[in-house]
């Protein structure tokens, strides 16, 4: 798509025809199909459960609709730097009066703005099941969750030529940013074996977790089900989660400036 360019700075016109680029895509009805199936699964559960149905509603369809959101925007961003690549399209618009920081911070404002919309969507079926303002909490932190992804999808499609690798280290990072607790407290814990090698394990295991968002602290169902965390927690959660979304963009940018285009 062509930029006019008129009196908003360059970062904030390539955000915006990025946004536009994404509600004229399938994203919008991928995102609607996964609320109508997730509604649908609700119902059924609320036939089946035999006590606790709306805990039991409320909980997994927050589950399922985090995942949905973190794959539809690793994917769109992926997908959208593939087919721009293939086109000759960063070409056509780096040609234009637009550094390349201005540009690379553009398409991830826009991107981090779909994904705040998909994760408002996201939130208000979560209505009918708990309190707004703890619904409130999860959608602040799923929109600053995708914001991560997307940072991480657009790091990972700008410096792998593959679009499947892009997708697999993506899927690779958050996976581990949602266990790595997890593996620390197996790594340390009293069946871990008291050698060497067992020590070793474990100080890898927590170097790796220094390098890793906290992705298991966000986002929790049970907000919804006991209340969200207070406002002090939260902003401590927001805080790590945009750190290490400045992280990537440091490191996006730095790849992007350094390529031959």
């Known amino acids: 798509m062509p930029m006019k360019y008129s009196g908003r700075s ?12 994404a509600l ?24 089946v459960a035999i006590t606790e149905a709306t805990a039991l509603q409320a909980s997994t369809s927050a589950a399922l609709l985090r995942a949905c959101a973190v794959f ?23 040609a234009l009066p637009i550094s ?31 309190r707004p303002v703890d619904v409130a909490a999860w959608w602040i932190s799923l929109a600053a969750e995708t914001a991560v992804i997307a940072a991480a999808a657009l790091f990972f499609a700008s410096a792998m030529a593959q679009t499947v690798a892009a997708i697999a280290a993506v899927a690779g990072l958050y996976l581990l940013g949602r266990s790595i607790s997890a593996i620390q407290a ?18 890898i295991v927590d ?10 602290a966000v986002t ?24 290490y979304l400045v992280i990537l963009a ?7 400036s350094r390529r031959n285009l």
Request: aromatic residues 10%; proline residues 5%.
């Open 10 to 21: 360059p970062s904030i016109t390539v955000a915006y025809y990025t946004l536009v680029e």
């Open 24 to 47: 004229r895509s399938g994203l919008p009805w991928l995102a609607a199909a996964c609320v109508i199936a997730v509604l649908g699964l609700s119902g059924f559960l609320s036939q």
């Open 72 to 94: 539809l925007i690793a994917a769109h961003v992926i997908a959208s730097a593939a087919r721009e690549a293939n086109d000759k399209g960063l070409e056509l618009a780096l």
């Open 100 to 130: 390349r920081p201005a540009y690379y911070l553009g398409k991830l404002l826009g991107f981090a703005c779909v994904g705040a919309m998909v994760a408002t969507l996201f939130a208000f079926p979560l209505l009918l099941w708990a």
């Open 186 to 203: 197996i790594a340390g814990g009293p069946l871990a074996q008291d050698s060497l090698a067992g020590h070793a394990a474990g100080w």
């Open 207 to 216: 170097a790796l977790a220094l390098l890793l968002p906290r992705l298991d």
């Open 220 to 243: 929790r169902g049970d907000w919804l089900l006991y209340g969200a965390p207070a406002a002090a927690e939260l902003t401590l959660l927001m805080l790590g989660l945009g750190l």
């Open 250 to 256: 440091a490191a996006g940018l730095f790849d992007f």
